[in-house]
């Protein structure tokens, strides 16, 4: 069952937390955003770290020491439709004993869910679960060293910018479409192809968002609907400075993010920053773009390292930053917790990440997709049913009311109407999905270390280095890390 968590609440944030449901007022952030209280306007300083930054935009390792608050999913049904293929085959239930599955942290409650059914309806299955992790690195040396001493993996969890280490060196088999329900919607398959083929089917995928102090905006005479754009984000961030707050402006948080926030702002002008070969493209006028927007937004003010236990702590709890960055998955934990404290509290607004100037919607997607590594035939099948039934409507649902990741089941998102009834802000996202870019899949020897090496780089433009020596530098670095 999923969320069966046998260890006492208290340590855990309860996933229905108190002042979790506003009166019938409640509209879209933008038009009446939602008063926060100091608790409360946390925006999921809880939800665990690894989520976020090994979920998030990249594969980099996490710090996670929120882990043991991080909210606990429902219990919620894993099961397999009668699909050609998505079962094991009988020969093959019979003669697989046991199925090894890693995954980080944050994914614990969802293996339990899929442990429990497939040992259910194999009767003499173990489903061995390694999902302690705090970052993707991480999981690959795991699953690198379990390997080497035997055990090979099963099934695992593959972030979508280490598809080439999961599909080159972990040996991640090619999956067919047509194993998934017809309710899966498929719109979000090609974040998991990499060389041509679908090599982990999207289970979580998250999206860069702003939360900001909507009093303080107003105060300032700005105008929410001008965050679109880096230019009214900037703007923004000059009028809030000028109107005498005493708060710093604007603060996105570093850790893990900064390279996200590159290439999603580079993406809305139609330039990745890897190119067709594989090639970083690291000096084109949108990443130059991005890199002096990034850069003038450091010099706002110091930038947390950290987005959870600092940026958030900073945005929600000590009310020192206006505007600040967040993934979408850690929207829901906090507005639970967002109700009206009068004048304690303050209003809290979310929006999109911006693009740059011209440009449209087209972000780089975070977040994971469900690997099978086995080779041999018979685990294989039995790797695959584990999969399909991961990815059961009421397991995805249960999992987007822990964590807020655009779910990727249409019956899901009908089983969710009520949630997104209690949080409207999640809506706007929708329109996103069909926009969503696939992550930079870095290859070659060293390319699971790109993301750590690009997020350095842009963070040393955020805090002062010139921007154009600095990509031209990070060009060649990354360039060499991919050979």
């Not at 965050?227 to 603060?251: H, K, Y």
């Amino acid at each position: 069952m999923l969320g069966n968590v046998s260890e006492p609440r208290p340590r855990h944030l309860d996933p229905r937390g108190p002042g979790t449901r506003l009166g019938p007022g409640t509209r879209r952030a933008g038009s009446s955003p939602r008063r926060a209280g100091p608790l409360g306007a946390l925006l999921a300083g809880t939800v665990t770290v690894g989520l976020l930054a090994g979920c998030g935009g990249g594969s980099g390792a996490a710090t996670d020491p929120a882990e043991s608050l991080r909210p606990t999913a429902r219990p919620a049904t894993a099961n397999v439709d009668d699909v050609a293929g998505a079962k094991a085959s009988p020969e093959c239930a019979a003669a697989v004993k046991t199925l090894r599955m890693f995954a980080l942290g944050s994914l614990n409650d969802a293996a339990k869910s899929g442990k429990a059914y497939m040992e259910k309806a194999h009767p003499g299955l173990t489903v061995e679960l390694t999902a302690d992790a705090t970052g993707y690195p991480q999981l690959v040396q795991q699953i690198s060293a379990d390997r080497a001493a035997g055990r090979p993996a099963d099934v695992a969890v593959a972030g979508f910018d280490l598809l080439p280490t999961f599909a080159d060196k972990l040996g991640a088999q090619p999956l067919s479409p047509r194993l998934l329900r017809a309710s899966y919607d498929q719109r979000f398959l090609p974040l998991g192809e990499y060389g041509g083929r679908l090599v982990a089917v999207p289970q979580q995928v998250s999206t860069l968002a702003l939360v900001y102090n909507a009093d303080v905006l107003a105060k300032a005479g700005v105008d929410p609907k001008t965050l679109g754009t880096t230019t009214g984000v900037l703007a923004a961030a000059e009028r809030i400075r000028n109107s005498g707050q005493q708060i710093q402006p604007i603060d996105l948080p570093t850790g893990g993010f900064a390279q996200w926030y590159l290439t999603t702002l580079a993406s809305s002008k139609n330039t990745p920053a890897m190119k067709a070969d594989g090639q970083p493209d690291l000096t084109s006028p949108a990443v130059r773009e991005a890199a002096a927007f990034l850069a003038k937004v450091g010099t706002y003010g110091t930038q947390s390292s950290d987005p959870t236990t600092q940026g958030l702590l900073r945005f929600g709890i000590r009310q020192e930053t206006a505007i600040s960055a967040v993934t979408l998955p850690s929207l829901a934990a906090g507005l639970r917790y967002v109700h009206d404290q009068g004048a304690q509290g303050f209003k809290v607004g979310v929006a999109p990440f911006p693009t740059l100037p011209g440009g449209t919607q087209h972000p780089v997607a975070g977040g994971n997709g469900l690997s099978v590594l086995s080779t041999d035939r018979c685990q294989r099948e039995m790797a695959t049913e584990l999969v399909v039934a991961l990815l059961a409507p009421d397991v995805i649902a249960a999992g987007t009311e822990a964590f807020s990741f655009l779910p990727v089941d249409t019956e899901a998102r009908r089983q969710l109407a009520p949630f997104y009834r209690e949080f409207p802000e999640l809506t706007q996202f929708d329109a996103l999905i069909p926009d969503l870019v696939q992550a930079p899949t870095w290859g070659g020897e060293r390319g699971g270390e790109v993301h750590d090496a690009l997020n350095d780089e842009v963070v040393a433009i955020m805090t002062g280095a010139d921007p154009g020596t600095t990509l031209t530098a990070a060009q060649r670095k990354i360039a060499t890390l991919v050979k």
